[in-house]
């Protein structure tokens, strides 16, 4: 038969396969394969298979059945928020304590209270699943690539803004439905990049959502790690700006290649290339492998060191500690390990480790089940779950309650199966297969071997060490105190009349001609600006803004080296008095290639006095395959964010929210805003529309991002 194509990606290859254990037989009843209605190209002449990692569908729906299982299968184990009587969370809880799929959202429970979400349908006679934030938003999400691929034949950032409002998402944390994602893109019709910023209006995005929300794209990316990486961005994005979303790409990650590397040390290993190496996160995976060998045979002192050694202070997080991310990502992987590859010890050890117990133990046992397929699935799993291929997804507001806590999407089935929810799996990673170069033939998917990248990292620095040894500080008073944004130390900057106040660092390592992207956390005193900067030594370089935002925020921008060495650093300018401030926290800068995606862009547009006003007209020359990015330098003078509303070839494509410069405007500012959208004509017509604000637009560039190496 003529093979299915589309496109040709060839990469070295990178997986292996070691075996898994697997408890209990259970008689497993795949969903009815269903034709893709994906538009395909045919040819008579394929490329080489070598070129390919094969994987037959019968193992792909087996291994993903089992992935979304494990989800339920952890949450219906796991314990949530369990205190002793003094406040303390309570961590590594008693053997007698744990039941499979019979924990405390499963049934009354004797040691700690949670409203019971598997419930007996009196009518069917089966069991049914209530939605919850652990898996609610991972089949969302398989909605939201079904009418991507269906609208724009690609992955877009538009249809998740534009998803979450139609399917009326009640989430929590980051998702929130006044102050969360839903809230902002319900309102403002807010881009992911942008709702998931607390700077944008996001109040809870500290919060673990990106975590338990979005690690089973890994499912859909099978054998394609680098893709998943790149789908977690845009997607972990939509809930939080923080350290959950690092954490997020990482988990996404390891799913991806779990469907051919077996051996979990290994597995982790891998995953951990497309995080910082120098990053708290990498140094908690670090920690995770020496907890392992201080307590070869001891899960339960383990779990007890990771609470005391990775708990970090997060400025937002003060009585939500339970919530932090590296403890309870660390509770994932020491499960993990120490579970050594017994689906049930695994699930066992991350259900009472403690912490969001339900969610670490979803994100757990979905990857466990990924890796060790149906045939581990224990038989209370599918006498209370699965039902043999008939279990169901109940998708409704619980009647007694109209709070968000009973998680739901209003305008999706009410009732879900889950084989129809797996098979949804199945049609995306299809979608996605074939969008990046993969094929399908006589029951097989052939995956183009994909190299997995590797971040490089040149700079780390949190104050941790609570000093200032590396850094040269000029004006006003600096210091290091405890009002961090994440830790026990941040630096602070008072201003002076003299002159401008900061500090500064050297930055090795450079490559002349390179792109490096400074991703930090600020905060400012009322009506200040903060200046961050790069430069050589006796020179002014380049400067980004942070402008009256007096909770920390997260600012990001990128610069060209142009020199192997250069200063870093941040300032109060010039003409601040003594009794402003600024504070400088979490500073990671990485190798980035910036690329053009397109011939030319014009600013159709003419501005007064410099500035642009209403609606901004672009012309777009060239048609681009994917989604791109349009990246406007600017600089914005009015004292608040200008909510940009934005039409693509006369498609909506959302809202765009730039932050406020300060009052002057820069010659080499690199402020910057990446707007998402898509390029599907040869010649394309963008409008960007500010209302009756001004803004600066010192350069327009259509680009895409390169992160991975």
């Known amino acids: ?260 590397e077996r051996d979990i040390p290994t597995l982790i290993r891998k995953a951990q290339q497309v995080i910082p190496s120098d990053s708290f996160t990498s140094k908690v995976i670090d920690g995770c492998f020496a907890l392992k060998e201080k307590y070869p045979t001891d899960w339960r002192k383990a779990v007890q060191a990771a609470e005391r050694e990775f708990t970090l202070f997060h400025d937002r997080m003060i009585n939500d500690k339970t919530l932090e991310p590296n403890v309870n990502n660390s509770f994932v992987l020491l499960a993990l390990l120490y579970g050594e590859g017994d689906y049930t010890e695994t699930c066992k050890i991350v259900s009472l480790a403690g912490y969001d117990g339900d969610s670490t133990a979803a994100i757990c046992m979905g990857l466990m089940g990924v890796l060790c397929g149906m045939a581990a699935l224990p038989e209370e799993a599918n006498r209370l779950i699965w039902q043999d291929g008939e279990g169901v997804i109940v998708n409704l507001a619980y009647p007694d309650s109209s709070s968000g806590y009973w998680m739901c999407m209003l305008n999706l089935p009410e009732r879900m199966k889950m084989a129809e929810i797996v098979d949804l799996y199945r049609q995306n990673f299809e979608s996605i297969l074939l969008d990046n170069g993969g094929y399908i033939e006589d029951g097989n998917y052939y995956i183009p071997k994909q190299t997995l990248g590797t971040v490089d990292s040149v700079y780390y620095e949190d104050f941790e060490n609570g000093g200032l040894a590396s850094y040269t500080t000029f004006g006003g008073t600096v210091t290091t105190i405890a009002e961090a944004f994440e830790g026990d130390h941040t630096v602070k900057i008072s201003g002076s009349d003299a002159g401008a106040s900061g500090v500064y660092t050297t930055i090795d390592g450079l490559t002349v001609g390179e792109q490096y992207r400074v991703v930090c956390y600020v905060n400012t005193a009322a009506r200040t600006t903060a200046q961050l900067f790069v430069r050589e030594a006796g020179k002014d370089g380049v400067v980004a803004t942070m402008y009256d935002q007096q909770n920390y925020s997260r600012r990001t921008f990128v610069f060209t080296a142009t020199a192997e060495s250069m200063e870093f650093g941040i300032q109060i300018p010039e003409a601040a008095t003594q009794y402003k401030y600024i504070t400088l926290d979490h500073i990671t800068i990485t190798r980035v290639q910036e690329t053009s995606a397109a011939k030319s862009v014009t600013i159709t547009s003419t501005p007064s006095d410099g500035k642009y006003t209403g609606k901004i007209d672009f012309t777009i020359e060239g048609k681009a395959d994917k989604e791109v990015l349009l990246k406007l330098t600017f600089a914005n003078s009015t004292g608040k964010t200008i909510n940009a509303s934005v039409k693509v070839n006369g498609d909506n494509f959302n809202v765009a929210p730039i932050y406020a410069t300060g009052t002057e405007v820069l010659a080499n500012a690199v402020d910057a805003v990446y707007i998402p959208i898509l390029l599907q004509a040869d010649s394309n017509t963008v409008t960007l529309d500010v209302g009756s604000a001004s803004l600066y637009i010192q350069k327009a560039e259509v680009v895409t991002v390169r992160e991975l190496w």
């Open 1 to 260: 038969m003529k093979r299915i194509l589309c496109g040709l990606l060839a990469f070295s290859t990178l997986l292996g396969t070691v075996g898994c254990t697997a408890n209990k037989e259970v008689t497993e009843t795949m969903p009815n394969e269903i034709e893709t209605t994906t538009q395909i190209t045919q040819t008579t002449q394929a490329p080489p298979e070598e070129l390919y990692t094969i994987l037959s569908k019968e193992e792909y729906m087996d291994k993903t059945t089992a992935g979304f299982l494990g989800q339920l299968v952890g949450f219906f184990s796991g314990y949530e928020f369990v205190y002793w009587s003094d406040g303390r969370a309570r961590v590594a809880m008693p053997n007698s304590w744990f039941e499979m799929c019979n924990g405390p959202y499963a049934n009354p429970n004797p040691h700690k209270k949670h409203s019971d979400k598997l419930l007996k349908n009196a009518e069917t006679g089966l069991w049914e699943s209530w939605m919850d934030d652990d898996y609610s938003i991972d089949i969302l999400n398989q909605y939201i690539l079904k009418d991507m691929y269906a609208q724009y034949s690609t992955v877009t950032s538009k249809v998740i803004t534009d998803d979450w409002v139609k399917y009326n998402v009640y989430d929590m944390g980051g998702g929130h439905r006044s102050v969360g994602a839903y809230g902002l893109m319900n309102k403002y019709r807010y881009l992911p990049g942008f709702a998931g910023s607390w700077e944008f209006g996001n109040r809870y995005s500290y919060c673990y959502e990106p975590c338990i929300e979005n690690e089973t794209l890994g499912m859909v990316t099978p054998g394609m790690p680098n893709t998943a990486a790149e789908l977690s961005d845009i997607f972990a994005n939509v809930t939080s700006d923080q350290d959950p979303v690092v954490w997020t790409k990482f988990l996404v990650t390891m799913y991806s290649l779990a469907y051919f």
